[in-house]
């Protein structure tokens, strides 16, 4: 019993009014004892929530609180089963143990977001009588908002779906098994759509019937092209227009089975029946038979057989009243040649010699003459006679034709015989007597005609040697004892067959009473209509116990009894509401003489089949709706997709490439199909390929791997899927592949790669480069100031003189050094590249010599380029001297330079726009592709040691590079090398300057120099020129001392200060001199080449230099020769 709600609650519990079961149980609960307190207390978004749950028809509960107290109302009550009614007040994780798995993080996520959640067919593993069992559910879950806007609350909704899903998934094992049945049907079946009679779908009978496979998809008259004018065609357009069904028994169709020539004749039995949509349109055919050919095979040759025995009985009745041989072989002859309609058959005697015969008589046709006489048998030619004497049966179907002169064609020809069958009859081994059948003109014999004519002339010499008539006799009864006793067991199989075929057999005279109706039949009526009739029963009086049924059924037998023969698939619903459908054959039966006396049914449950066929259809359409989405993909993808077919032999071949595939590759699908796979793509890239295809199908799951293949669209590296397809049979017949072009992923990687390698040992140049620099500073400084006072003897000044020339060769070989890393002081000017070719062409034949012809060739209208001519200049004497050193006997120096146009894409990098390209060519020894690989590489030299540094292309490269403009090399082994300078075209070329003689150094005082160095050799070197120069030099080690000795009030003319320093830099004293000092000039001074930070108008001097460099900037610098001076300051 359920307690009643206590009273004065009233006012304030309206809304936990009706409810039914439920309501007056959460009415009577004990909230108070629960955190939800007591319900006057519940706040209005619950009680609104509560409100409609209790009121809805629709399984719904409410989860409240923190803890997801539950309550719910009667159509929610079922759902936890054995749990209701405790579950009511409950926590969620308490009630749903079993299932909080899965129901807790959707709670959560509603709680969360703030968003509802709803799932379908959700399997939830629920307890039930103590066990857990699976169970499907629809259900949704919605947020319930408080008062202050959160989530305090979740509704719920669902109902279960358990048997709806365990119902459709025994549907799908059951369209399994009726699609089983179809494809081991032992009678041929297909189904065709639309007015094109297109075959949708064919069962393996069929299929093994028209003896090929690929016919789905396809209209009737495509896929069996071999059928058009054999009525087939026009059979199928008549049902689909008139919707009245064919039936055809042993009928004819020539096929293409095998494929190319002859077609092979096959025997059907066959019946196409229509479908009709819901308006009872036809849609399509429905097309079931039976491939009878053997049974017509052995039809045909039972009558052939029943021909020949009754030839051989009349011959027998002619030939038993005879005893004469020579009566017995003139019947013979008659009666064989009438049965032939020859033209004449003869009958002769072969003398003992085995060569003579004689014609005693003949049978002629009309308007023949015979060919009684005597003959030599060798006259008709070797063929005939050693046939004859050998026993063999002599046929000629053409005379003319096949006998040729001296072969007896002669003598054929002169008795008037242009065919013939002859047989010999030999005794003892010896020919004996011969039976010959003529033919005026040719005439191709059958097989058996000649069977004929042998049995015949075996009956002859039966008779006439009458030895073997007794034993031939008893042969004779004893066949037909044993045809007698097989007619017998035939009809005893009829009769068995009648009453054990599943098919539905019955007959009924004209007024609708069963003449005959067999078992299965009788079962069907007791199934469908409840009655079992029997032989003698009238159908219309027991189908008035089934109204529905009576004038359907009656209407049908009618038409046949009024002479109509029809075919059709009926349905019938059985008293249960089950569909049958049967496919019916209806035909009248008449008497002797023509008269319709009764009508039979020859019929089948087909409901299987039905069921299958609408299941297949779901299917196909499914499947073509597969086909087009598989079908866009590959056609619009910009992924290179590609099919693979896998012969028996393990071969290969291209099936389709889609479009992306075609136009990366500049393969052509249609051009390549049919083909081997090496002639479509060469045998070497076939041989690369194929490996990877025959490691996917022994693997028989996806491979990937990157390949690199030469293809008509050139060289491609790819990023490559392979999976194997297999067919029916299990063999991998098919491998479908995508293809990822990366050949601009890995040639990038390679150039990062070559750049970061490059730009790695700059980095390492530049360092080492600018330590040379201090290095050698003091030591030019120290040997030009040797040089120039004359220290020391004769011989020690051509010591001197010849340490200098070293350290010169070492501040060049650091500005090739600085030119590869790209960190060497350009002057970078528009410079006319014909004129500084041409000024440099004798320098160049005297550096390399007589035995090298060096031939300019520059063009008229060469534009200028933009680079420093200083380096143009050294580079170019470089590459000469390259070229030089690769012709050691002689050869021919080409220097060339035109103006390209080059646009975006270009081999060498560059963006598009005019440029100059400076060419110097060679025929020497040339790079192999290794050399070539490395040859801008600094230190990398193939002339061996003390040769060459290794440095002339480097520096090259990075000269390029450093202008804007690029290197490129091309060599061939035994050919050559062509080095090109590509530079940016420029404006009006400078005019070059001319040179400046050295200042003369000049004694007397000039001014004071402050000189800021942290090296304190190179500081001492330059103390030393500047005071040769005739300035007080006053020296600081840093940037911090000079700035103190400035403001203690040094007041110098000048300040010489080195760049990179520790603490403040030397561009920061000028920066710091210039602000605080704008008059006093300032001289920066560093190994380093880079100008990162440095005013670009603040004067600058590249260490090591010597007195004379230092003199040309102090100039350029005050406006005055060094040694002027402008006295103290």
């Known amino acids: 019993m359920i307690p009643q709600q206590e009273e004065g609650d009233g006012d304030d519990l309206d809304f936990l009014t009706g409810g039914g079961e439920m309501g007056a149980r959460i009415r009577a609960h004990d909230w108070a004892s629960t955190p939800l307190g007591p319900p006057r207390l519940w706040p209005q978004s619950l009680r609104s929530a509560l409100s409609i749950c209790l009121h809805s028809s629709f399984p719904t509960a409410i989860y409240w609180g923190p803890d997801l107290r539950i309550l719910y109302n009667d159509a929610w009550a079922p759902i936890p089963g054995e749990r209701h009614p405790a579950a009511l007040g409950q926590p969620a994780q308490q009630v749903w143990s079993d ?28 307890v039930r009588g ?35 899903v365990m119902s459709e998934r025994r549907a799908v094992a059951e369209r399994e098994r009726l699609r089983q049945m179809f494809d081991q049907a032992p009678d041929f079946m297909a189904m065709l759509h639309g007015p094109e009679h297109i075959m949708e779908l064919a069962n393996p009978a069929y299929l093994k019937l028209v003896g090929r496979t690929d016919i789905i998809g396809k209209p009737a008259r495509e896929a069996l092209p071999e059928v058009e004018g054999q009525g087939y065609f026009e059979l199928l357009d008549k049902v689909y227009e008139t919707g009245k069904s064919y039936v055809g028994t042993a009928v004819p169709v020539e096929l293409n089975r095998a494929g190319g020539e002859p077609v092979e004749r096959r025997f059907v039995d066959v019946v196409y029946q229509p479908i009709t949509d819901a308006q009872g349109q036809v849609t399509g055919i429905f097309v079931e038979g039976s491939d009878v050919t053997e049974r017509v095979n052995a039809e045909a040759e039972l009558r052939r057989s029943e021909s020949r025995l009754r030839f051989l009985s009349e011959l027998d009745d002619k ?29 002769a005697d072969v003398d003992a010699d085995n060569d003579r015969f004689i014609i005693r008589g003949d049978y002629t046709a009309p308007g023949v003459a015979s060919s009684a006489g005597t003959y030599s048998l060798d006259l008709f030619g070797p063929r005939a006679a050693e046939g004859m004497r050998l026993g063999r049966t002599l046929v000629i179907n053409d005379i003319a034709r096949e006998l040729a002169p001296g072969e007896g064609r002669e003598m054929f020809l002169s008795t008037g015989i242009g065919a013939i069958i002859c047989c010999p009859l030999l005794k003892d081994g010896q020919l004996a007597a011969m039976m010959a059948v003529h033919q005026s003109d040719a005439r191709e014999w059958q097989p058996e005609e000649v069977s004929l004519v042998e049995a015949a002339v075996e009956r002859c010499w039966a008779y006439i040697e009458r030895a073997g008539a007794e034993a031939r006799l008893r042969e004779l009864n004893e066949t037909l004892e044993q045809r007698v006793a097989a007619a017998l067991a035939e009809r005893k199989v009829f009769a068995d067959l009648f009453e054990t075929t599943s098919a539905l057999v019955q007959i009924l005279d004209r ?44 209407q049908m037998w009618s038409r046949v009894l009024a002479g109509e023969a029809f075919g059709q698939i009926s349905e019938f619903t059985d008293a249960q509401g089950a569909r049958h459908w049967y496919d019916m054959k209806f035909a009248p039966v008449r008497s002797a ?18 069921h299958e066929q ?73 041989a690369q390929v194929s490996a990877n295809y025959r490691r996917a199908a022994a693997a028989r799951e996806p491979v990937s791997y990157r390949e690199v293949i030469d293809l008509p669209a050139g060289r491609k590296h790819w990023d490559t899927v392979l999976v194997p397809v297999r067919d029916a049979s299990g063999r991998v017949s098919r491998i479908i592949g995508s293809s990822r072009d990366v050949t601009a992923r890995v040639q990038a990687e390679e150039q990062l790669r070559q750049s970061q390698k490059l730009e790695a040992m700059g980095s390492l140049t530049g360092g080492v480069s600018h330590d040379f620099n201090n290095l050698l500073s003091p030591i030019i400084g120290a040997l030009d100031l040797l040089q120039r006072r004359g220290v020391g003897t004769g011989r020690e000044q051509r010591l001197i003189d010849g340490a200098l020339q070293s350290a010169e060769r070492a501040r060049v070989l650091v500005q090739r050094l600085l030119a590869f890393a790209r960190r060497q002081p350009l002057q970078a000017i528009s410079v006319d590249i014909r004129e500084l070719v041409q000024g440099m062409a004798d320098l160049i034949a005297s550096t390399t ?83 070539l690989k490395r040859a801008i590489e600094p230190f990398y030299s193939t002339k061996g040691v003390g040769k060459g540094t290794g440095l002339g292309l480097s520096m090259v490269h990075g000269l390029a590079a450093q202008l804007g403009g690029a290197l490129t090399i091309a060599s061939e082994p035994g050919i050559g090398s062509n080095i090109e300078l590509w530079l940016p075209a420029g404006g009006e070329p400078v005019p070059a300057q001319a040179e400046t003689a050295e200042p003369a150094v000049r004694p007397g005082r000039k001014g004071t120099t402050l000189l800021v160095d942290d090296e304190a050799f190179v500081r001492a070197s330059t103390a030393d020129m500047l005071a040769e120069l005739g300035f007080d030099v006053v020296e600081a080690s840093s940037a911090e001392e000079a700035l103190h000795r400035l403001s203690d009030g040094l007041t110098p003319d000048l300040i010489v200060t080195d760049h990179l320093m520790p603490g403040r830099s030397g561009s920061d004293l000028a920066m710091e001199v210039r602000s605080r000092w704008p008059s006093l000039p300032v001289l920066l001074v ?32 005050t406006g005055n020769e060094a040694g002027s001076g402008t006295g103290e300051t």
């Open 130 to 164: 103590g066990a857990v069992q699976e169970s499907y559910w629809d259900y949704s879950f919605t947020p319930i908002r408080g008062e202050d806007g959160s989530v305090a609350g979740v509704f719920n909704q669902g109902h279960e779906t358990t048997g709806r």
């Open 593 to 610: 003489d023509g008269e319709i006396v009764g009508a039979s049914l020859f019929g089948y449950d087909v409901t299987a089949r039905v």
């Open 614 to 686: 609408q299941q297949l259809a779901r299917a196909e359409a499914a499947r073509r709706e597969a086909d087009a989405l598989y079908r866009a993909y590959f056609e619009n993808t910009a992924e290179a997709l590609f099919v693979i077919g896998v012969a028996e032999d393990g071969g290969f071949s291209i099936q389709e490439l889609n479009p992306a595939h075609e136009a990366l590759t500049g393969l052509n699908s249609a051009e390549l199909r049919g083909r081997p796979l090496e002639e479509q793509i060469g045998r070497e890239a076939a």
């Open 1086 to 1117: 560093s190994g380093y080449a880079e100008t990162d930070g440095v005013a670009p108008d603040l004067t600058r001097l590249v260490k090591p230099f010597r007195q004379a460099d230092l003199a040309a900037c102090i100039a350029e610098l």
């Open 99 to 126: 299932i909080w798995d899965v129901v807790s993080s959707e709670f959560e996520l509603v709680r969360r977001t703030g968003e509802g959640y709803s799932t379908y067919d959700q399997m939830l593993p629920m």
């Open 511 to 554: 007024d609708f009473t069963f003449l005959a109706i067999n078992a299965a039949s009788a079962e069907e009526y007791q199934r469908v209509f409840g009655f079992r009739p029997a032989t003698g029963d009238n159908l219309l009086t027991l189908l008035e116990s089934t109204p529905r049924h009576y004038e359907g059924v009656k």
């Open 849 to 931: 010599g007589p035995q090298i012809k060096v031939v300019v060739d520059v063009a008229q209208d060469l534009p200028s380029a933009v680079a420093d001519p200083n380096q143009l200049e050294m580079a170019l004497l470089n590459l000469s001297v390259n070229a030089r050193d690769a012709m050691p006997d002689g050869g021919v120096l080409r220097i060339s330079a035109v103006k390209e146009e080059i646009g975006s894409g270009h081999a060498t990098g560059l963006p598009p726009g005019p440029y100059v390209r400076l060419s110097v060519a060679d025929t020497g020894t040339g790079m192999d592709a290794e050399t």
């Open 319 to 347: 030939l038993r009243t005879s005893h004469d041989a020579s009566d017995v072989m003139r019947r013979a002859a008659e009666h064989l040649a009438q049965h032939l309609h020859a033209s004449r058959t003869a009958y």
